[in-house]
C-alpha cells in the first residue's frame, strides 16, 4: 500500500490557478502510475489525468485538456497538477491515486488504482 498526501488546494476566483501537490511513501515511485480525480457534492468521483511511470504519456479528461497539467518528479517521489483557467465547476475535492502497472500502460479508470490521498478541497469562486 502507497501512502499518498496532497497540498496545494484551496480558494480561488474563476480564471484563476492552482498547483496540487502529491507525495508518495514509496521507494519503486517510478514503477507507479499516477493519477488526479475529484469528486464534486452529490456527483460520482471522475478522472482529471494521469501520468505514465517515466511522465512520457499522459491523459486528461476532455473537461480540462488545454487548462491543467500533469507532471510528475521520480526523484522526489512527487506529481503536480497544475490548473489554470479555472472555472466554478471545478470545484471539487481533488484526490490523488496510483497504481503499480507495466511500463506499457497507463490506467485511466477509477477502479485500476489501488492507493488513494485523502483529498485536498478545491473552491472556484465565481
Known amino acids: 500500500q502507497v501512502q499518498l498526501e496532497e497540498s496545494g488546494g484551496g480558494l480561488v476566483e474563476a480564471g484563476g490557478s492552482l498547483t496540487l501537490s502529491c507525495t508518495a511513501s514509496?521507494?519503486?515511485?517510478?514503477?507507479?502510475?499516477m493519477g488526479w480525480f475529484r469528486q464534486a457534492p452529490g456527483k460520482e468521483r471522475e478522472f482529471v489525468a494521469v501520468v505514465s511511470r517515466g511522465g512520457g504519456t499522459k491523459y486528461y479528461a476532455e473537461s480540462v485538456k488545454g487548462r491543467f497539467t500533469i507532471s510528475r518528479d521520480n526523484a522526489k517521489n512527487s506529481v503536480s497538477l497544475q490548473m489554470n483557467s479555472l472555472k466554478p465547476e471545478d470545484t471539487a475535492v481533488y484526490y490523488c491515486a496510483s497504481k503499480s502497472t507495466i511500463l506499457t500502460y497507463t490506467p485511466q479508470q477509477r477502479h485500476e488504482f489501488d492507493s488513494w490521498g485523502q483529498g485536498t478541497q478545491v473552491t472556484v469562486s465565481p
Open positions: 514509496r521507494r519503486a515511485f517510478s514503477r507507479l502510475s
